[in-house]
């Protein structure tokens, strides 16, 4: 029997208030602000990472959504960091701090851009503090579409896994344009490592979870 | 395995419109790196390398309407139709696939309150990448690779891969970035520009010169239609350390290197750096090349020929060392002349030619991120 060599072992969804793993909602918020949403998700999975407050909403997001993934699945135990690798996309880049970053500099009578916000004007920031926070070396690449394609992420994805360049892959969509948000992370690992993943590591699967209700 | 081959390129930066004008001015030790008092992109005088926009609007009206079309746009698409024109691959086909690179797009449309023409859509990536899909009739949806300063390194890596893959025949990949009020302001705030033509890898160096360009290099797997020098395999890696800083011991760069070389099992014959000339990248940069054991190869960087042109540079760069590898001739350091670097790894000081059949490119960026990648004849 043919088994397929890469499952889906675990994904996490953030979106509408909600945060969703495994099609199990482990949290709920009335809060009205994206920012307010955010911090109410550090809070309730008691989170302790100080550089947290330092990100822009964006990194917050993905970040969240990392931490809500890779919770038990001690990847440490199971690859070295340098074959873990962060493939993600959006539509909006890092539009959020672009503007925040624009708004510093459009009266020459008040300019004050500052390194901590332009900083945070690239998408794959998000890919380096995940890095930083789990110690992940690996392949990373961030890809900008109009809308999430899982069949394209999953083809780049999988090309990584084939050749070996990686062994495991955080993969998805992180999206942040003003008030509007949606964190989509698939944990993708070998199957003879991870034998009992909740899917196979193919487009429709991935379709399927990023279009389930949460 | 399958082979994949450069069928044509093309650079535009303020040293030229096509390759050769780039490589010439360069050869000759031209800096395009000059001092600018232009209030539209910054409060206070800069240095920065520009493209010439009566020159660049001029060759835009070749081709369309440059008063339908953004400056950045106007790069992508003089780049990209200077490219075409040396080969004879047919683009049309559902076997093409676009590629573009950079790091802020039409980022100064966000600034640009008052335009009516441009839609607020169009500092979009993906609207940037369907715009230029559009104009040149690919069939497939685009990728936009926006990873910081390694996004056209990258951008080639991916490209090369999906003609490894079988899932296309030819991938046009182009990287463009300008230098906007936008992008000069944050490096200013971060005190990381030098006051001249910034210096690569030497003991007075003290920040980078900001540039813009566009570079757009052709991948076929048909080996018919191409020249000599092919496109092996790239690596990324990332150094988990900071954001904005680089690691200490280059460890994201080392490893990217290691798995490219590694995976290639070829001998380097020379090295295009990143080589932005702020004192923490080249000091990175030779650490990294050195825990390789790199260290006798020699290396240069081009931005102090045209400055760092950020998405771009992975292209551009990538164009100018394959040229290098294809000639058999070395391209000095333009502003390096005493060597500042703790590891003392083999700059470039002067052009000279040298037999080669090897060159590795390699990039570094915010966000931690590191690339490399092979080029052979």
């Keep these: ?214 | 395995m399958k082979e994949v081959y450069i069928a044509s390129d093309n650079i535009i930066t303020s040293l030229g419109f096509n390759t050769v004008g780039n490589i010439e001015n360069m050869l000759s030790g031209t800096t395009g790196i000059r001092y600018w008092e232009d209030g539209r992109l910054s409060p206070e005088p800069f240095w920065a390398s520009l493209v010439d926009t009566e020159e660049l609007t001029g060759r835009f009206s070749a081709f369309n309407n440059p008063e339908k079309f953004t400056r950045f746009e106007q790069l992508a698409i003089c780049s990209i139709e200077d490219a075409l024109s040396a080969t004879d691959i047919d683009i049309a086909g559902d076997r093409t696939l676009f590629i573009l690179a950079t790091t802020k797009g039409n980022i100064s449309l966000l600034g640009d309150g008052q335009s009516t023409f441009f839609k607020q859509e169009q500092v979009y990536l993906w609207h940037t990448a369907r715009l230029l899909q559009q104009y040149f009739n690919f069939s497939q949806k685009p990728y936009v690779v926006s990873n910081a300063c390694i996004s056209g390194v990258l951008a080639i890596a991916v490209g090369a891969r999906m003609i490894r893959s079988g899932y296309y025949d030819h991938v046009v990949v182009t990287g463009v970035d300008m230098v906007t009020e936008f992008v000069l302001s944050g490096f200013n705030s971060f005190r990381s520009l030098e006051s001249g033509p910034c210096k690569p890898f030497d003991r007075d160096r003290q920040g980078l010169s900001l540039g813009e360009g566009a570079g757009t290099i052709i991948l076929t797997g048909s080996p018919l239609s191409a020249g000599g020098i092919r496109t092996g395999y790239g690596f990324s890696s990332n150094d988990a350390n900071h954001i904005s800083g680089p690691s200490r011991t280059g460890e994201g760069l080392y490893i990217a290197i290691r798995n490219t070389l590694e995976k290639n099992g070829l001998l380097l014959d020379y090295i295009s750096a990143h080589g932005t000339a702020t004192p923490y990248n080249d000091e990175m940069e030779s650490v990294a090349i050195t825990r390789a054991g790199l260290q006798e190869v020699p290396v240069n960087s081009f931005k102090g020929f045209w400055g760092h042109t950020l998405g771009a540079a992975g292209v551009v760069e990538s164009v100018a060392a394959t040229y290098s590898l294809a000639k058999n001739l070395l391209i000095k350091t333009q502003g390096f002349e005493t060597p500042g670097i703790t590891n003392p790894i083999h700059v470039i000081g002067a052009n000279v030619e040298k037999e080669m059949r090897t060159c590795l490119k390699i990039a570094s960026g915010f966000g931690g991120c590191n690339a490399a990648l092979l080029f052979y004849k």
């Design chain 1, 1 to 214: 029997m043919m088994v397929d060599p890469f499952v889906i072992s675990d994904y996490c969804i953030i979106r509408q208030n909600r945060v969703v793993k495994n099609g199990n909602t482990l949290h709920e918020s009335d809060e009205t602000t994206v920012a307010g949403f955010l911090t109410a998700i550090y809070r309730h999975f008691g989170i302790n990472y100080p550089k947290f407050h330092k990100m822009d909403n964006l990194c917050k997001l993905g970040f969240l959504a990392a931490e809500v993934l890779l919770n038990h699945s001690n990847l440490k135990e199971r690859y070295h960091g340098d074959k873990v690798g962060l493939i993600l996309a959006n539509a909006a880049s890092s539009i959020d701090t672009d503007r925040n970053h624009q708004l510093s500099i459009s009266n020459r009578l008040d300019y004050f851009p500052s390194p901590s916000v332009f900083v945070y004007t690239l998408a794959n920031i998000v890919i380096g503090e995940i890095c930083i926070r789990h110690a992940f070396l690996g392949e990373s690449t961030f890809f900008i579409e109009k809308s999430f394609d899982p069949g394209r992420m999953h083809h780049y994805v999988y090309q990584l896994l084939e050749e070996e360049a990686i062994q495991c892959c955080i993969t998805g969509w992180v999206e942040l344009d003003s008030d509007r948000y949606e964190a989509v992370l698939y944990l993708v690992q070998k199957s003879d490592i991870h034998p009992d993943g909740i899917a196979i590591f193919e487009p429709a699967k991935m379709n399927e979870i990023y279009l389930q209700r949460t």
